[in-house]
């Protein structure tokens, strides 16, 4: 078979192709527990996270999360819930509508939810640089402790400081700067996390 023929280019390309695709598919299969784990892992932190609790490293973070973390069954999305200095708290993950896609965060309060007790981020796609910035410690931080009674209001514009409340009794953080639309979706979805740790407290999930 001539190699400039057609028939032998889409041998080769089919052989090659071929190949490459097993190549993949083997790669994939592979890593398959690998990226598992991870997933397991970013969660799993995620929760320790919310939840106040440190963690030196992987093997710590599963430890504490074993030794400390319930998971709720039969919750969608899911909900923990973990004793901690004697008082119960319930962690719940929540989603909703960013700008430009999905923020899903990781909230932990106390059964009633009337005081936070941490916020983590899980997954955003906003805006580098704007509202990209909820993932900063700054942001974050100022949920920890925040009474949550009656909801909490993310400050946006001029009424913005965008440096961080730093009153945990008056249910209001600093927005970010510049990123009003995000600012005020976060206040949803926190919001809506707090009804839902109300809920599952209850026995509804």
């Known amino acids: 078979m001539k190699r400039d023929s057609i028939p ?84 719940v993950e929540q989603t909703g509508a960013g700008l430009w896609g999905a923020i899903t965060i990781v909230l932990a309060a106390d059964p009633a939810a009337g005081r936070i007790r941490g ?30 009674a009656d909801g909490i209001r993310i400050a946006v514009g001029a009424e913005s400081k965008g440096t961080g409340d730093r009153d945990s009794d008056n249910s209001l953080v600093d927005g970010v700067t510049g990123a009003s639309r995000t600012s005020s979706s976060f206040e949803v979805i926190v919001n809506e996390a707090l009804k839902r740790v109300r809920a599952v407290a209850g026995g509804a999930q």
């Open 8 to 91: 032998y280019v889409v041998l080769f390309t089919f052989v090659v192709s071929a190949v490459f695709v097993t190549l993949l598919a083997l790669a994939n299969e592979g890593t398959k527990p690998l990226v598992e784990a991870n997933k397991a892992y970013t969660a799993q932190a995620a929760v320790l996270d919310a939840l106040g609790i440190p963690y030196a490293d992987k093997a710590e973070a599963q430890r504490l999360y074993a030794a400390s973390v319930t998971a709720i069954e039969g919750t969608n999305p899911r909900a923990y819930r973990a004793t901690l200095e004697g008082q119960d708290y319930i962690a």
């Open 119 to 148: 916020v983590q981020l899980v997954a955003q796609n906003e805006t580098p640089g704007l509202g990209g910035r909820i993932e900063e410690a700054w942001f974050l931080n100022q949920f920890r402790g925040e009474a949550a």
